[in-house]
């Protein structure tokens, strides 16, 4: 009998989208030099709103923006230097295209973004301090040249309060598109510059895919490297490398609320008996990626769980019999650590006809355990998984585990070999009430997990 595991999927994988579409360009040089180095020193602690406000400018006819003079940039009265006009002169956003569902949904996604950090996502008009991105329009309403969002000029740093930044979102409807936008803006607004990593908000590439805030130290640059505007943006210690996502938890702080990260061991279970080589299969769960993670036996690291898996299943390798331990240890992006122990017993091979010890019984070439519950022939079982053979089987009265023999053989001793073919302990031996030839006896179905 063929043991069969299932893996257990925890992140469903990105599904590519079908549809086509021409996305708006970002690789335009208006995006370029917005972070700039005056040598205005960092603050040392966050003085401005914590609070990032998206407005869809449906209220009224649109958003009304004035154009102002450099610097002098207010999300308070909607004065922007980025218009090309005259100051004073006024040019209208046109409201949010798209629909409420498809605005919850670019929100939600938006939030989802910022999970780890203390910013609050709102899409009320606030009374007070707070960032703004009108997600609206298009960049000729801003009498603007072509470009999917633009952010004003802002020194090294979180250093500037009520900032205005712009997502023309009716030039496109893609959701990870505008939900990218819109983070990328806003960190601009903070102080980011562009990122080669394509999985960050901060980056030109990869448009419309997904994206996270990354603990990475990522190549400052559009689509070639190049040195960053500002140094050390993150803790990098580097002039051409920012992390945005230490730079955003240190001006910001991780949220209080943010749920733990876990990671829980579905196979083995503690004290399981195993073979050599075992299954092993976790979930990780948490609102955070997972940025890097490592499996070990008996304190030895033996895997280093890439980032990108999404299938948490692996074999162990091979084993002595005898006790063992397996730690599964996970790093979160936000460094948070979680990890978890079993114990396992690897069996003892009785091949070519070697002895057992007391209290097992030589099948499939392993000495498995007579102790009920333990995964051993005759053992109590609920699943194949509890089962050393893998094979959990039923008479209608009580579930063991089995494993295949044929008519008249192959069964140890105090088992007999049912006309299905499976082991079942004999007829009046042991607490076994089996009657008749057994004939009833099924296999449990495969994947039948809790
Ligand atoms: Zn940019």
Redesign the pocket.
């Known amino acids: 009998m063929r043991a069969v595991f299932f893996a257990l999927v925890v992140l469903a994988p990105a599904l590519a989208q079908a549809e086509s579409k021409t996305l708006p360009s970002?690789k335009n040089d208006v995006?370029e030099g917005?972070v700039i180095n005056r040598g205005v020193p960092r603050p040392q602690a966050l003085s401005i709103s914590r609070k990032l406000y998206l407005n869809d400018c449906k209220a009224g006819a649109g958003c009304v923006v004035t154009k102002t003079s450099f610097r002098n940039d207010s999300s308070l009265t909607n004065r922007s230097s980025i218009p090309n006009l005259s100051n004073g002169q006024t040019t209208t956003l046109q409201g949010y295209t798209w629909g409420d569902d498809h605005w919850n949904q670019v929100v939600d996604c938006v939030r989802e973004t910022f999970a780890p950090f203390d910013i609050e996502i709102v899409t009320d008009a606030p009374t007070g301090n707070h960032h703004e991105v009108m997600v609206a329009g298009t960049a000729e309403e801003l009498a603007y040249s072509d470009a999917g969002g633009v952010?004003p000029f802002i020194d090294c740093g979180a250093t500037a309060d009520n900032m205005l930044v712009f997502v023309f979102a009716n030039q496109t409807n893609d959701v990870k598109y505008l939900c990218g936008a819109i983070a990328?803006e806003a960190g601009?607004a903070w102080g980011l510059s562009?990122s080669l990593d394509a999985d960050d908000p901060m980056t030109y590439l990869d448009l419309g895919s997904s994206k996270r805030w990354q603990n990475f130290d990522a190549q400052c640059g559009e689509e070639s490297p190049r040195q960053c505007e500002c140094d050390d943006v993150g803790g990098t210690n580097s002039s051409s490398k920012e992390n945005s996502f230490k730079y955003l938890r240190t001006q910001f702080g991780m949220i209080s609320t943010l749920a733990d990260t876990t990671i829980e061991l579905d196979r083995p279970s503690e004290g399981q008996f195993v073979r050599s080589s075992f299954p092993i299969s976790a979930r990780y769960e948490s609102p955070l990626e997972l940025n890097s993670g490592s499996i070990a036996t008996d304190g030895q690291t033996f895997l280093q769980i890439p980032e990108e898996n999404l299938l948490f299943a692996w074999a162990s390798p091979e084993l002595p019999a005898g006790p063992h331990t397996l730690t599964i240890s996970v790093v979160d992006e936000g460094d948070r650590t979680a990890m978890k122990t079993v114990n396992v017993n690897v069996l003892a091979s009785c091949a070519g006809g070697a002895a057992c010890a007391s209290g097992t019984v030589c099948f499939e070439e392993l000495c498995q355990p007579l102790t009920d519950g333990a995964g051993g022939l005759g053992s109590t079982c609920t699943n194949n998984f509890d089962c050393i053979s893998g094979a959990c089987a039923s008479d209608g009265a009580q579930s063991l585990c089995s494993g295949s023999c044929e008519a008249g053989s192959s069964c140890p001793d105090g088992f007999e070999c049912l006309s299905s073919n499976l082991c079942w302990p004999e007829a009046g031996g042991g607490c076994s009430a089996t009657g008749g030839d057994g004939s009833m006896l099924l296999l449990l179905a495969l994947g039948g997990l809790a």
């Open positions: 970002l995006f917005r952010a990328h601009h562009h």
